[in-house]
Antibody, heavy 116, light 111 residues
Framework: EVQLAESGGGLVQPGGSLRLSCAAS????????MSWVRQAPGKGLEWVGN????????YYGESVKGRFTVSRDNAENSLYLQMNSLRAEDTAIYYC?????????WGQGTMVTVSS | IVLTQTPLSLSVTPGQPASISCKSS???????????VHWYLQRPGQSPQILIY???TRFSGVPDRFSGGGSGTDFTLKISRVEAEDVGIYHC?????????FGQGTKVEIK
């Protein structure tokens, strides 16, 4: 079954860093754009950023630009989100998704809580 | 691009229709003639799943009671006869321009 599985979430202090991972299985990972989408508690969805299949292009939402970095390792079928200078408003469930222009496959999400 | 959904919550009797509106701050029609608005359903405790893409095309496996329509800046998701499994939050999304943006979400519950 085609699958995405996030990991790496947890509790971090304001100003701290965290790296999320997303493991892909059963599809040609390197052929596809991939995105990160987040959802703050009780709120709607927010697109965080994406990366091209070969890793040559990345794009970000305004609220995370300069603080977050999307990367990938196609040999490991893995997607990453490096989050620096974290703020309370970054508290959310973070989903990775296959990006065909639409998000057709989503992971189960990993919770990130930014609090002192 | 800002997407505004209405209503934000909806309570529907099973078997009755439901309709959700999504209004965009600018046209979502591309030069290729396609309209880049999509709809997702997020069931309680689950990840979102795609229902409708490019205005009106149902994704594989989506029941035909779901339909998408509209034009330009005004879009609608319709459920012809609501079933219990349709409970959740419905999100519209645009992919005409970066950054991709979502509406606030509409929570649908069963009466």
């Amino acid at each position: 079954e085609v699958q995405l599985a996030e990991s790496g979430g947890g509790l971090v202090q304001p100003g701290g860093s965290l790296r999320l991972s997303c493991a892909a299985s059963k599809f040609s990972f390197s052929s596809h754009w991939m995105s990160w989408v987040r959802q703050a508690p009780g709120k709607g969805l927010e697109w965080v950023g994406n990366i091209k299949g070969d890793g040559s292009e990345t794009y970000y939402g305004e609220s995370v630009k300069g603080r977050f970095t999307v990367s990938r390792d196609n040999a490991e079928n893995s997607l990453y989100l490096q989050m620096n200078s974290l703020r309370a408003e970054d508290t959310a469930i973070y989903y990775c998704a296959r990006d065909l222009g639409i998000f057709d496959i989503w992971g189960q999400g990993t919770m990130v809580t930014v609090s002192s | 691009i800002v997407l505004t959904q209405t209503p934000l919550s909806l309570s529907v009797t099973p078997g009755q229709p439901a309709s959700i509106s999504c209004k965009s701050s600018q046209s979502l029609v591309s030069g290729d003639g396609k309209t880049y608005v999509h709809w997702y359903l997020q069931r309680p405790g689950q990840s979102p799943q795609i229902l409708i893409y490019e205005l009106s095309t149902r994704f594989s496996g989506v029941p035909d009671r779901f339909s998408g329509g509209g034009s330009g800046t005004d879009f609608t998701l319709k459920i012809s006869r609501v079933e219990a499994e349709d409970v959740g939050i419905y999100h519209c999304m645009q992919t005409l321009n970066l950054p991709r943006t979502f509406g606030q979400g509409t929570k649908v519950e069963i009466k």
